[in-house]
């Protein structure tokens, strides 16, 4: 029956199971939203088998659910928390700003060693530069990295396709895997004196405006569209979607009002916007990105995936390691630095969760847009160096 190729049939099975999933509990550890991304990755792969058992040819690069989609769950989890946090961030800016731009290029050239090496010594340079993008699971990296694509001949880009495809899954995993067992730490000792403890919060009697949320995200992609030159050597820098939206929120967050429209919006409809949309994101990064891992395992897939894990375990690895013994930032805005600095929304997602706290989203903003910038710039000396 071809229903079961109906891609928004895979979407809400792998929400609904995903939620089953994720409220099982053990020793303090469950999965939470988090569940949703395990199922998607279930319903990837019965949408392949299926799909070959019916003739279907399914191409490399094929999406199975809408990017479109993908694009706007992404962008209403991003505004929703963007707001709810956006009442610390200045708080947290002056506090730890450059702490946090430190961790964000200490995490990012940690990752462009692990790539270079394999570059040089191990795979080739098209692909492994995918997996430098794809270990940190950013989508504006990886638009940078196929722009140097044609640097690597006429199949540069879709092998820097190929390597990002198969990396972003171990990236989002080895985030949430270390956001998780932090949260377990964290709960299970005395708490640390930290700007990002959960408050007590009472009843919200705001009202909550449609036109104001809609107004976060036209003002948020406008910005990310915006495109900066900075030379031939670093290329050109943009936040994206995402970074926009995220600048957006924390910005007119703050705000009472603008242009008439009222921005203290309802907290409990925020969090409702917010718990649906990570839902549907992380149900759609396992149901697209898991069956190309699965087509692709076969072959090189297995390097490359063996080279986005040690990427993105080195990167976080060190990261903590910077974070808490060298710049002394305590464990709750650290695990928002860290999520930051791998440019993880899904990680973000898993750490409001773990920790019970929206505010880790003002630490994740502070280190984002930096992060951003020190990949890019890695990103195209990693493409001279290897070409």
């Known amino acids: 029956m071809k229903v079961f190729l109906d891609p928004l049939l895979l979407l809400f099975l792998a929400i609904f199971m995903g939620q089953l999933i994720g409220r099982i509990e053990w020793k303090q550890f469950k999965l939470g939203s988090s569940g949703s ?21 399914l191409a490399i690069n094929e999406k199975i659910v809408s990017q479109h989609l993908f694009t706007l769950s992404l962008v209403g989890f991003i505004a929703s928390v963007g707001v709810l946090a956006a009442r610390d961030i200045r708080k947290t800016l002056r506090a730890n700003g450059k702490k946090f731009v430190i ?29 430098y993008v794809g270990a940190l699971t950013s989508s504006p990296g990886l638009a940078t990295a196929l722009e140097s694509g044609a640097k690597f001949g006429s199949t540069g880009e879709a092998m820097i396709g190929l390597g990002y495809s198969v990396a972003y899954i171990p990236g989002v995993l080895l985030v949430i895997l270390y956001v998780q067992l932090e949260g377990r730490r964290i709960g299970g000792q005395t708490m640390e004196k930290s700007p990002s403890r959960p408050r007590r919060e009472t009843h919200d009697h705001k009202q909550f405006s449609v036109a104001s949320f809609a107004f976060i995200a ?13 030379g031939e050597t670093l290329g050109q820098f943009s936040l994206g979607k995402t970074g926009g939206v995220l600048i957006s929120a924390l910005y007119l967050g703050q705000k009472k009002k603008v242009l008439g429209l009222s921005f203290e919006l309802n907290r409990e409809v925020l969090k409702g916007i917010r718990d649906i949309s990570l839902n549907i994101f992380l149900a759609i990064v396992g149901i697209n990105y898991g069956y190309q891992v699965i087509l692709l395992g076969k072959s090189v897939g297995v390097l490359l995936l063996f080279a986005g894990l040690v990427t993105g375990g080195m990167s976080i690895s060190v990261g903590y390691f910077v974070g808490r013994k060298v710049l002394k930032i305590d464990r709750v805005p650290l695990v928002g630095g860290l999520c930051g600095g791998m440019t993880s929304t899904p990680g973000l997602a898993s750490a409001i969760e773990a920790i019970e706290s929206d505010e880790v989203t003002a630490f994740y903003g502070a280190t984002y847009p930096f992060a951003l910038l020190f990949m890019i710039l890695f990103t195209n000396l990693i493409a001279q160096l290897l070409s």
């Open 37 to 57: 991304l395990f199922t998607g990755l279930l319903m990837s792969f019965m949408y392949v088998q299926y799909s070959m058992k019916s003739g279907v040819e």
């Open 103 to 131: 961790l964000s290029f200490v995490i990012t050239l940690t990752g462009a060693l692990c790539t270079y090496f394999f570059g040089a010594y191990v795979l080739p340079s098209a692909s492994v530069m995918g997996t």
């Open 218 to 230: 036209v003002v948020g992609v406008l910005i990310g569209s915006l495109s900066i030159n900075l």
